[in-house]
């Protein structure tokens, strides 16, 4: 008994010495923890965050592992690459490990500078291989269309200031691009400089949300937009929100958000202040045009035709003339006023065919509301406009379109566009 005893003692002892031969022959000295993947310049400069997706327009593409090592000596490591189809790429190379618990260390990266090795769909596994070909460690990496990322990022890169301006409800420009404050604003579109991700010509449908950050009002809309692929930058430009009557934005700052589906595109803010008629100052009623030849008829048409209108409660009316026979041009306007004692100055700008011909400044101060004082009432004109030739002649006003534009400026606005008035003459 005592000698079978000792037997089966001496069996399972050099079983035990056999399994820890065994087991410190497997034993490598290191650990992998963890396994993800950066895509890399030729330089070995990450271009993306460890993950476990890339894209077919990978350069090189480099393990970024996690590890711990108990052994101070270089060993051989081996990567293993196999595409969806099956196809596998090898290369090792030497490791210096030091004694370190859980260091994140980067190994070698494989690809090409023409991002021509991960063109294939789908998924590729990395197996990290130690010195006897045993697999330490692997990880799967997605290789997905390159139109994904674009995808998710909107298929643009905004690069420039949000921009806004104010137009009317045919598309005409009441406030340019960077105009400081909005008045009454009726449409307001935005714009910004962005470079184009999609290499087709791409139709892609972007949400607006405006919102006021004074009453936390919030408007929102989409707008679909073609893109178009080319070198540099573009302007992107999204359509106008409103009304007719600017009353869809009220005083105060707004803020201009742009979405691709729940991506923040961008955002940018616009200030919108009170009109004169909001501080109490005027109402504007009428501009028109008036083609004369004498001092008198311009008096007999202000104080016969103009004052009549306007003592009678009326709007004065805008007439029409004929082209080759009238040597001067005034403009005339008319509003109410809401508050008296408020200096205004009126800038009429005049166009012929488009092209800013004439300025004229006049001074003017609000009256009574309401007042039936004839000599109070709310009417200024424009100083004369006359064609002169090199020699001082003056010639009559040919065919063409005539425009005048009214500007108001005060203390608190700055050349504030009030109406615009628009004859054809033949």
Not at 89 to 107: I, N, R
Not at 267 to 291: D, Y
Not at 402 to 410: A, F, I
Not at 413 to 422: A, G, K, N, W
Request: hydrophobic share 35%; proline share 4%; with cysteine.
């Amino acid at each position: 008994m005592t000698f079978y005893k000792f037997a089966y003692c001496y069996i399972n002892l050099v079983s035990i010495s056999m399994g820890l031969f065994d087991l410190f022959k497997k034993d490598r000295g290191y650990e992998i923890h963890s396994l993800e993947f950066c895509e890399v310049g030729k330089d070995g400069k990450r271009n993306t965050r460890p993950s476990s997706k890339l894209y077919t327009d990978s350069r090189y593409i480099m393990p970024v592992v996690k590890m711990s090592s108990r052994i101070d000596r270089t060993v051989k490591i081996k990567v293993r690459i196999t595409e969806p189809s099956g196809k596998t790429h090898t290369y090792d190379f030497d490791a210096p490990l030091k004694p370190v618990e859980k260091m994140s260390a980067q190994f070698p990266w494989w690809g090409s500078e023409k991002r021509d090795h991960f063109t294939s769909v789908g998924t590729w596994r990395f197996d990290i291989l130690d010195e006897e070909d045993h697999v330490v460690i692997s990880a799967p990496l997605e290789i997905a269309p390159l139109e994904d990322i674009w995808e998710s990022m909107g298929w643009i890169h905004i690069v420039s200031n949000f921009e806004f301006r104010n137009i009317n409800g045919n598309g005409e420009v009441i406030d340019d691009w960077n105009t400081g404050n909005f008045v009454e604003p009726k449409y307001m579109q935005m714009r910004c400089q962005c470079t184009c991700y999609s290499d087709v010509v791409r139709k892609v449908t972007y949400r607006v949300e405006i919102k006021n950050e004074r009453t936390g009002k919030i408007k929102s809309f989409d707008h679909t937009v073609t893109l178009t692929p080319r070198d540099g930058s573009q302007w992107l430009q999204i359509c106008g929100w409103g009304s007719d009557s600017g009353t869809s934005y009220a005083p105060g700052t707004h803020t201009y958000t742009l979405y691709y589906k729940s991506r923040e595109m961008g955002r940018g803010r616009f200030e919108v202040v009170k009109s004169p008629k909001e501080r109490g100052w005027i109402e504007p009623l009428a501009l028109v045009l008036h083609f004369y030849n004498t001092d008198e008829e311009v008096q007999q048409w202000v104080t016969y035709d103009c004052a009549l209108h306007i003592y009678e409660g009326k709007v004065i009316e805008q007439k029409s003339f004929k082209a080759n026979t009238y040597k001067r041009l005034i403009a005339g306007f008319q509003w109410r006023s809401l508050e008296k004692g408020h200096s205004l100055k009126l800038i009429f700008k005049f166009y012929m065919e488009g092209n800013l011909v004439y300025t004229s400044v006049q001074d003017a101060v609000t009256n009574e509301p309401d007042s039936k004082d004839i000599f109070q009432q709310d009417f200024e004109v424009s100083s004369s406009m006359r064609l002169e030739g090199p020699n001082g002649i003056t010639s009559p006003f040919p065919a063409g379109r005539y425009e005048v534009e009214l500007y108001l400026k005060t203390e608190e606005l700055d050349e504030h566009f009030v109406m615009r008035r628009t004859l054809d003459v033949r």
